[in-house]
C-alpha cells in the first residue's frame, strides 16, 4: 500500500511517500512569505501548494496514480475525537470556508482530497489540529461568553510522547509528559496518561511564537480593535499570520533571526530569548495542572533544532522533570499510520458530521 502525506504548515509544506510503515521519502518546500502573502485567505492557497506538491512528485521520479490514499493534516474543525476522517465534498467544503478559523492545516484535507480525485483513491484526515481531550476545569477563560479551545498541534505531540514513552519503556496512557511543539505556532501540552488535559490554543494563547502573538493584554487588544485603524481582518492576520517574531524583526524564519543575533543583533537575541521566557512560563503552568507529577518535558517542532532555543528554556524548567528534544515532527509517520490503519481494514474511517 502507498500514501502520499501532505502537511501543510504557517511557512512550509512537508510532503513524503510511504510503502506501508516505511518512509521512501520526505521532503518540505518553505513557501517565501512574500508569496503566501499574496493570498487573502488560507484556502486560497490551494492551488499554488498543489503545484508545489506536484513538482515535488516529479522531481522525485514518484507518479501521483501509484498511490493507494492521500493523508493529509487535518484542520479547524468542530471540536472532535481522534482518528482517521475521510475527506468528503463536507468536509472540504468546511475546510474552504474556515467557519472554526483560518489555519495552514485547513489545506492538508483541500489538497488531498483534490490529488484524491484526480487518481480515484480515498483521502484522509488524520487527528486534526481540533481534537479535543480537556478537563472541564482548563475550559474556564474567565468569560462565559469565551470558554476556551482546544486547538493544538495534537498529531505530532502525540506521535512524539508515543516514541519518548516507548524509550523509557512505558505506554503513552502510563506517563505523564508536557510536550511543547515549537513550530510556526506553538502548543505547550499538559499530557495526562494518554490525554491532552491542557493546551494553549496555538492559535491565540499561550506564548508568542515566529508569527502569531499568543496570549495579549486583553483590555488594551480591545481598544486597539475600537481604534478604528484596523478592520477585522487585519487584527486576525495580527494574531495569527503577523505577531509574535516576525512582528518585532520582521522574519518568520528563526535561523535567520539567530544568525542575526550571533551577528550582534541586540533586538534578535531579546526577541528569542522573550521566546523562550514564555514557552518556558508556560511549560511551568502546565506542571501545576498535573500538581507537578511530571515524568518528562518534551521538545519539539522546527525550533527545538536550535540549540540556543531548547538551552534557553530547559536551563528555566529543568527544574519540574527531565528535558527530552525532538526536533522537527512525526506528523509524517503519524498520517500514512492513520491511513494505513483504515486501508488495511484495521480501523473504520470516521465521517465528519458537523
Ligand atoms: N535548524 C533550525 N534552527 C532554528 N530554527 C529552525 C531550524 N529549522 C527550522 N527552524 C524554524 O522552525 C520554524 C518552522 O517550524 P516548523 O517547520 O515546525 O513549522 P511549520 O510546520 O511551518 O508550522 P507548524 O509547526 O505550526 O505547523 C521556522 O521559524 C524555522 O526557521
Ligand atoms: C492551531 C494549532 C496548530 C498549528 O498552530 O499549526
Known sequence: MRVLVINPGSTSTKIAAFENETCLWKTGIDHPAQEIEGFARVGDQYEYRI??????????????????????????????????????????????????????????????????????????????????????????????????????????MKAVARKVARQIGKTYQEVNFIVVHLGGGISVAAHYKGRMIDVNNANSEGPFSVDRCGTLPAYQLVK?????????????????????????????????????????????????????????KEIGAMAAVMAGDVDRIVLTGGLAHSQFITCEISRRIAFIAKVEVVPG??????????????????????????
Request: hydrophobic share 45%; net charge negative; with cysteine.
Open 51 to 156: 503545484a508545489a506538491v506536484l513538482k515535488t512528485l516529479a522531481l522525485k521520479g514518484d507518479a501521483l496514480e501509484t498511490f493507494n490514499a492521500i493523508a493529509g493534516r487535518g484542520g479547524l474543525l468542530a471540536p472532535l475525537i481522534g482518528g482517521t476522517y475521510f475527506v468528503d465534498d463536507n468536509l472540504v467544503r468546511v475546510l474552504q470556508d474556515a467557519p472554526g478559523g483560518e489555519h495552514a492545516s485547513n489545506l492538508g484535507g483541500i489538497i488531498a482530497y483534490h490529488l484524491g480525485r484526480r487518481i480515484n483513491v480515498p483521502a484522509f484526515i488524520v487527528d486534526p489540529v481540533a481534537v479535543d481531550e480537556m478537563e472541564p476545569l482548563a475550559r474556564f477563560s474567565g468569560l462565559p461568553e469565551l470558554p476556551r479551545i482546544s486547538l493544538s498541534h495534537a498529531l505530532n
Open 224 to 280: 486597539l480593535c475600537y481604534s478604528g485603524n484596523y478592520s477585522e481582518q487585519e487584527m486576525l492576520n495580527k494574531i495569527t499570520k503577523e505577531g509574535g517574531m516576525f512582528a518585532y524583526l520582521k522574519t518568520k524564519d528563526a535561523r535567520a533571526a539567530e544568525k542575526r543575533m550571533s551577528e550582534g543583533d541586540s533586538q534578535a537575541k531579546l526577541v528569542l530569548e522573550a521566546l523562550c521566557y514564555q514557552v518556558s
Open 329 to 354: 515532527e512525526e506528523e509524517m509517520e503519524a498520517l500514512a499510520s492513520g491511513a494505513l490503519r483504515v486501508l488495511k481494514g484495521e480501523e473504520q474511517a470516521l465521517v465528519y458530521q458537523a
